[in-house]
């Protein structure tokens, strides 16, 4: 099945938990779709769907990353292989890929799944990439395959700190920044790096299509909406101080 934007039976192929609380689930479908788009999923017993990023695209199946932090990503851990879920895709307008540059790449809590794919394209462009992450608890660490370097307050190895404390702490080479967490760590990594970039925003959502303006953010150019003028947004487009 070859996927444009609009509502979608699809099957899942797994739903795995892969941490504590954090699932992978693969769908049985081509998608055509950059990274930092997102898709609309209709759960069972939930009114409102739920929004989560794609974090990996390949030819004939694509995955999403997703924490159980209430009800309906509750429901959701459940089902199995075999089920089919109602899913409205590919949402919002993604990354703009960048080439030929030194890439920053930033990463907090669950806005880290729709980065992975975003680095695969990026390595495509010709990109150096740096992926710096922070997270609560670094038994949630599933992304070694991307070698990020890691922040984290729990005592560890790595990191003691977020990451704008390890960018302050290290001097690090890059001339542009991707980046997706929550508002707090956007807010100061927008006001801490000096060079261009994108950010996306995962603010709560109504329909996901534009049509509830249910998910405005405030911007130099008046209120957008999040789901259909972002999720991403150039770093400097967005007003950030009320985080
Ligand atoms: C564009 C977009 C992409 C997203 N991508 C991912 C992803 O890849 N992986 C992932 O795990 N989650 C992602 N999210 C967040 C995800 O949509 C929510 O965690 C989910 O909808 C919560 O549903 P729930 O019914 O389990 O929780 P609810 O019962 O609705 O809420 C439980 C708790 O989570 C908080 N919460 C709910 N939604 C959000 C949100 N959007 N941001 C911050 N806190 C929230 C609530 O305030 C509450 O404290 C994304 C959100 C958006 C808008
Ligand atoms: S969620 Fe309805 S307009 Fe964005």
């Known amino acids: 099945m070859l996927i444009q934007s609009k509502v979608e039976k699809i099957k899942v192929i797994s739903n795995k938990e892969v941490a504590k609380d954090i699932y992978q689930m693969s769908f049985a479908a081509s998608l055509h779709a950059v990274p930092g788009q997102f898709i609309n999923i209709k759960v069972k017993d939930c009114y409102l769907r739920r929004p989560i990023s794609i974090a990996n695209i390949e030819e004939d199946h694509f995955e999403i990353i997703y924490k159980v932090v209430g009800e309906g990503t509750k429901i959701l851990s459940n089902y199995q292989s075999n089920d089919i879920l109602d899913i409205l895709l590919p949402l919002g307008n993604g990354y703009t890929l960048v080439e030929n540059k030194k890439v920053l790449v930033c990463g907090g809590g669950i806005g880290i799944p729709p980065l992975l794919e975003l680095i695969k394209q990026l390595k495509k462009y010709n990109n150096e990439v740096i992926f710096l992450i922070g997270l609560n608890d670094i038994n949630e660490n599933i992304y070694q ?13 790595y990191f003691n700190g977020n990451v704008i404390d390890y960018l302050k702490a290290n001097h690090l080479d890059y001339n542009y920044v991707y980046a997706c967490g929550p508002m707090p760590m956007l807010n100061a990594l927008q006001k801490y790096v000096t060079c261009e970039g ?20 405030k911007t130099k150019h008046g209120y957008k909406r999040i789901c259909l003028d972002g999720p991403v947004f150039e770093i400097k487009e967005l007003d950030l101080d009320e985080y």
Request: charged share 20%.
């Open 145 to 157: 395959d991307y070698h990020p370097i890691i922040c984290t307050m729990n005592k560890s190895e």
């Open 198 to 217: 994108q950010i996306s925003i995962e603010e709560r959502m109504g329909c996901g299509f534009g049509a509830c303006v249910g998910c405005t953010c």
